[in-house]
C-alpha cells in the first residue's frame, strides 16, 4: 500500500516536471536538485503558471477542434442521408410509373376501366413524389 502510494506521488511528480520548460529543469540540475531549489523564486513561479496556462489553451483548442470534427460529421452525415433519400425516392418513381404503364396497358387489352383509374391514380403520386425529389435538392 505505501508502495502504492510513493508511486503515485513519484508520477505526479513526474508530471508535474513535464510542465515545466526544458531551461527551467537544467536549473534544477544546475543547483543540485530539486531540494536546493528556491521555490519563492519569481522566475520559477512565472514559468510554473505559464505552463499551465499553455496546457490549458491546448486542452481548449482541442476541444474546438473536436467539436468542429464532430458538426463536419453531421452535415456530411445528413448530405448522405438526403443522397439516399433522393435515391429512394427516384426508385419510387420508376417503379411506379413502370406499374401504370403495365396498368394502361392491361386497361387496352381487357378494355377495364378500372385499370386506367387505377394507372392515373399511381402517376398522381409519382407527380407528387417527384416534388419531394425537388424539395430534397442539396
Known amino acids: 500500500m505505501v508502495m502504492m ?7 505526479k511528480f513526474i508530471g508535474s516536471l513535464r510542465l515545466l520548460l526544458p531551461r527551467e529543469l537544467s536549473v534544477i540540475m544546475y543547483v543540485g536538485g530539486i531540494d536546493q531549489v ?27 477542434a473536436e467539436q468542429s470534427d464532430k ?8 448530405i448522405e442521408e438526403l443522397k439516399k433519400k433522393k435515391v429512394r425516392l ?7 410509373e413502370a406499374s401504370a404503364d403495365t396498368l394502361l396497358t392491361k386497361a387496352e387489352t381487357k378494355y377495364a376501366i378500372k ?7 399511381l402517376r ?3 407527380k407528387e413524389k417527384a416534388e419531394e425529389v425537388k424539395t430534397v435538392e442539396l
Do not use: F, G, P, W
Open 124 to 126: 398522381r403520386t409519382v
Open 71 to 78: 458538426k463536419r460529421k453531421a452535415v456530411s452525415d445528413q
Open 5 to 11: 502510494m510513493m508511486m503515485m506521488m513519484m508520477k
Open 115 to 121: 385499370y386506367a383509374t387505377e394507372a392515373n391514380s
Open 38 to 64: 528556491d521555490v519563492a523564486c519569481r522566475d520559477l513561479l512565472l514559468a510554473a503558471s505559464s505552463a499551465r496556462q499553455k496546457y490549458n489553451l491546448y486542452l481548449e483548442e482541442k476541444a474546438e
Open 90 to 96: 427516384q426508385q419510387d418513381i420508376s417503379s411506379l
